[in-house]
């Protein structure tokens, strides 16, 4: 249930110290305490000053309100302004203490019990502030509440002010309601023309807004796999090295508990082996982690030397042979990314070899117009059909599911380096025996006369 106490019309600063006062009286004689009084009337103040400064004119009304059991002073101030456009990010903004613009608003928000605004384009903003009344406050009659009005409009200290307020207030009301009519009727014409306009404009920002969406999850997506990678890596890449260096630290502190320097200069040799293999595969982890993010400097690269430096990185099975072809193009490429293509394959065969002494791996390199084929061909067991795609794919090293012809991590880092290149990666096994082509550009070859 509301009671209206009195209507004040807002349009200078006079009008604000007016509001402010009415505000102080009334809490006051409705029994609140000091400081909620000056709380009340500071937010009273705060909004009718937006008014005056933001739109030019308004009004604030002053109600009884009783609700829920409780009874509260009211304030109602409204205006005929444009609008408040960013109404959200200004009350977005009340947990940090803010200043300037819109701090009028927050402010008044924290000093009432109860807050409510909403804002129309182009039908003005209306602001509702309440202080909760005291269970003790005085009974307040209609009666009672006719004879403040009149107290207030003959106070002798706005008198002049008030007089003039009084004698042109039903003429303001009147020009007020035919100036509201007109404006509505305007708005209504311009709000159906604009309408249409935006309506065109609506559709396709939404279009552009789902593109956007759509290329920034794409985008975390190949982020989040590139983590993925780079964190497995890690862990895959650098454990053999990490056990070596351990196993033959162990061996040299025997050497030297056993006080055998001969024996621990034999061993030394192998250490920084195993430092350097795991500063070269440091160097290709980060490599591979910026792939598709920023550029990695090619090199002329010697396609024979590179392979043997890869076949000579593993310790191979005795009977284990790798044929290297003789005839083999300079290219100017990324020399880590072939490292870690004909590294991670040729690994793979390794590992899964049955026959180690048995074991043959072919490498063929075919130039072709429009790219190089190359070609790790195993005498191993083989890949069945159903599993040649799933083993080029990243799984996570303590999956439950069985995956016997599965590489692991090293064959989709090959996947995601042949992408990077634009390239084309595919595997051919019937029976026993597993060939892994991949192409390469051929503008990367260097010609001979350059060499």
Known sequence: MSRSI???NIANELDVVLAYKRAMQLSERLGLAQVNQTKFATAVSEICRNVVEYVGSGSIQFCLMEEAGANYLEAMITDRGRGIGNLDHILSK??????????????????????????????????MLRKRLPSLAPNVSKQLLDNWVVEFDQELNISPYAEIKKQNM?????????????TEAEQQLQEIRRLNARLQQSNDEINMLLQDRNRKNTQLHLVNENLDAFAHTVSHDL???????????????????????????????????????MDRL??????????????????????????????????????????????????????????????????NSIKHHDKPAEAQVYIACEVKEDFILFTVQDNGPGIPPHKQQEVLHLYEADSKTPRPFSSGLGLSIVKKIIQVKDCKLWIESEGRGSRFHFTWPTNEIVPENSI
């Open 94 to 127: 009340a947990a940090h203490a803010p200043t300037g613009r819109g701090s009028g608003i927050i402010n008044s928000k924290k000093l009432v019990d109860s807050f409510y605004i909403e804002s129309d384009f182009e039908k003005g903003t209306r602001v």
């Open 239 to 277: 454990r053999a090295p990490l056990q070596n260096i351990y196993g033959i630290a162990m061996a040299l502190e025997a050497c030297i508990d056993a006080e055998q320097p001969e024996e621990a200069l034999l061993v030394l040799p192998l250490l920084r082996q195993q430092a350097q293999k």
């Open 170 to 182: 039903q003429l303001l009301e009147v020009l007020e309601q035919l100036g509201i009519r007109n």
């Open 282 to 347: 440091i160097t290709g982890i980060l490599a591979y982690s910026l792939a598709g993010r920023q550029s990695i400097q090619k090199n002329q690269v010697d396609l024979y030397t590179l392979l043997h430096q890869v076949v000579s990185s593993f310790k191979l099975p005795a009977g284990f042979k790798v044929h290297i072809p003789q005839e083999l193009p300079v290219l100017h490429t990324e020399e880590i990314f072939l490292f870690q293509v004909f590294s991670n394959i040729i690994g």
């Open 6 to 8: 009195l209507k004040i």
